[in-house]
């Protein structure tokens, strides 16, 4: 007996379809997840991880470094086409194909004091910033890393726009190395020195325009092996790498100074890159559900393939629709009307539940076919609606009426876009290869990363043959007697910061802040010079200044050094050291303030010691006529507490307690 397509689609539940297939892979919520559920779906990652030098000029020109301006303050627009060539194997690369599919026009915005004719690749290369090529010496150094013997500038292709000339300028200067972590070593694969690409303003249709005030600053790359097993040691190695590079004090900081790029990859899946994670506290969140992404989709491909038994044949159909013959009331549709896009309705064979399974958290496959329509036929999201909505867009009947019009069966699933006529063959094209790209299992692919741990697609991952000799730049030899030199003024290593932290008793949450500001330095001479005590100093750094730094705002540029004259100051001057505590955010707000004016403005003022300590017995006589608490102790704290104004900066609390108890 035939059944009735109408009740059919009705009785199917997209939201429980969710929910099944989330079931079906297993999946658990970061915070839930365990070793286990790692090693069950194989879960595997590596970094390469990105941090600009603080230097003088940009890499290969003599531009100023880490000067930026505003998107608005710009001198001329630059206007480029990017279009993919053949190798020498007569190949052309995936990434460069995709690319040239956008028919994206690039326009460059230029400001005349941060950048040059270099930038816009009208003039060669300058020969490769010393400076740059030092600092990154010495981080590979300090990386254990076998460095080369002579350094060969290469060009690495980029068609998506961020480098004016279609290619990066970079250079491999070590070889496996290694970092510790906390239970085990992670192998480096290499440390690169690299020019840095522009920064995006906005990418709208077939339109996106770049700034190039960051374009040509120097960075280095440092890549480690895909040896991380959870989520948490991804995020202890790019801390790792970043606390080490920072402890040189030859890098940049701030927003944008260092960002990671994460490889993913679950057992049967593919390396997926996770494109520019600017903050480490993301990286657990983002590769834990990038992994469980790439394990659904190898459900989703066996399900297809139990179902499709002659792949090679499979492909989808298409038809433009009326928007008067449906009950399209969706105002993205009807807004594209206005603008004459025309609307196209798909039919995928055997792709009923498909669409609807879980992905990520709140997203479905067919995130996956909307995310590439938006990037390579440059349709603006909302770009689709499909059969198995999770919250229902347009009415269900339209997919009733679309099953009768494909003669589909239940076991298809349909798709409806809407764009300009010159989009369309780009779009059917994206979902068909898109579609049959689920029958081999996970897309070797760039994602981008939201900060609720969720991905979305950027581009196809460039293959490994995009490198190649840059013709404009001469070998730099490396003589041994010049990296002897290098390697005598190195710091310490991280590892060794770390453990000599734990012999000092500083509480280990400070440790982050600290190596993230790199304050070791900082906390090491207060102790060596000043002879202050370890754990005061560490707590002092890592809970107060962290503390201040959070909720007050500098009016000037505040200099971490000036913890070191605080301190000074208050010994020179005999002054109680947890005076410093008070008077620390005063100095935050106004660094160029003098410490005797700090001490006007928190109203302290110098009281001997001897005059304190004679006030104690005559509380001591007037607690009983007061009391208040029965409990042990109480004329104690009430008599410190009546001598805290007075005594703070003047007498440590330790020692009027003290005081109080002989009295």
Same mark, same amino acid.
């Given at each position: ?113 941060t950048a040059c004719t270099y930038e816009i690749d009208d003039t060669p290369p300058f020969k490769i910033d010393r400076e740059a090529l030092e600092y990154a010496l010495e981080i590979s150094l300090l990386c254990k890393l076998n460095v080369v013997g002579e350094v060969h500038i290469t060009r690495k292709q980029y068609l998506d726009g ?126 834990? =559900? ?92 909302? =770009? ?9 867009? /347009? ?46 299992? /996970? ?221």
């Open positions: 007996m035939k059944k009735d397509k109408s009740t059919e689609t009705n009785q199917f539940n997209p939201q429980q379809n969710y929910e099944q297939s989330r079931q079906e892979i297993g999946y658990v919520s970061r915070k839930e997840a365990t070793k286990a559920d790692y090693d069950r779906i194989g879960f595997m990652s590596g970094l390469e991880v990105h941090q600009q030098l603080k230097t003088k000029e940009k890499l290969f020109c003599h531009c100023p470094s880490g000067i930026y301006h505003s998107h608005d303050n710009y001198n001329a627009e630059v206007i480029r086409h990017m279009r993919p060539t053949l190798s020498e194997l007569g190949e052309y690369d995936g990434t460069a194909l995709m690319e040239y599919k956008t028919k994206k026009e690039i326009i460059y915005r230029l400001n005349n004091k961020s480098i004016p000339t279609g290619f990066q300028r970079t250079a491999i200067l070590g070889v496996e190395g290694e970092i510790p972590l906390k239970n085990k070593k992670v192998r480096l694969i290499q440390l690169s020195i690299e020019e840095d690409s522009c920064r995006e303003i906005s990418d709208i249709r077939h339109t996106r325009i770049y700034k190039t005030d960051r374009l040509g600053m120097p960075l280095i790359e440092t890549v480690t092996y895909p040896e991380m097993l959870t989520p948490d040691e991804l995020k202890e190695a790019a801390e790792y790498i970043r606390f080490l590079n920072r402890s040189t004090g030859k890098v940049r900081v701030g927003s944008g100074a260092g960002r990671e790029d994460v490889n993913v990859s679950c057992k049967g899946g593919t390396r997926v890159e996770i494109k520019g994670v600017s903050y480490n506290k993301m990286i657990p969140e983002l590769s834990h =559900n990038e992994a469980f992404r790439q394990w659904a989709l190898l459900n989703v491909r066996s399900k297809l393939k139990s179902r499709v038994k002659n792949i090679s044949k499979w492909k989808i159909l298409h038809h433009e629709i009326n928007y008067r013959d449906f009950d399209l009331k969706y105002e993205p549709i009807t807004n594209g009307l206005i603008d004459k896009y025309r609307i196209v309705a798909v039919n995928l064979p055997y792709f009923k539940g498909i669409l609807s399974h879980f992905t990520q958290p709140g997203k479905i496959f067919a995130n996956e076919i909307s995310d590439r329509l938006k990037v390579i036929a440059c349709i603006e999201k909302p =770009n689709m609606v499909h059969s198995e909505e999770l919250e229902p867009k /347009v009415v269900n009947d339209n997919f009733v009426k679309l099953k009768e019009l494909f003669d589909a069966t239940e076991d298809d699933a349909q798709i409806i876009f809407w764009a300009p006529d010159e989009d369309i063959s780009t779009a059917l094209e994206t979902i068909e290869e898109r579609c049959k790209i689920t029958f081999e299992g /996970v897309p070797n692919e760039t994602r981008k990363s939201f900060s609720d741990g969720t991905t979305i697609f950027e581009r196809v991952l460039p293959g490994a043959d995009r490198m190649y000799p840059d013709t404009d730049s001469a070998p730099i030899p490396l003589e041994d007697k010049y990296l002897q030199k290098l390697g005598k003024n190195l710091p310490t290593d991280v590892i060794d910061r770390y453990n000599q932290l734990k012999k000092w008793n500083i509480p280990e949450d400070t440790y982050t802040f600290i190596f993230r500001n790199n304050l070791f330095p900082l906390i090491e001479k207060i102790i060596k010079d000043l002879k202050l005590k370890p754990k005061l100093i560490g707590t002092f750094i890592g809970h107060r200044l962290k503390f201040v730094e959070g909720h007050y705002t500098s009016a000037d540029e505040f200099e971490y050094s000036i913890i070191y004259d605080l301190f000074k100051y208050l010994i020179d001057k005999k002054l109680d050291i947890q005076l410093s505590k008070k008077m620390l955010p005063v100095i935050y707000q106004h660094p160029k303030m003098d410490f005797d004016s700090i001490l006007t403005s928190i109203n302290f003022k110098k009281v001997p010691k001897e005059e304190i300590l004679s006030k104690i017995p005559f509380l001591k006589q007037k607690f009983p006529e007061i009391k208040t608490s029965k409990k042990e102790g109480g004329a104690k704290h009430w008599i410190m507490g009546e001598l805290q104004k007075t005594a703070m900066g003047n007498i440590a609390p330790d020692q009027l307690a003290k005081a109080i108890e002989q009295n």
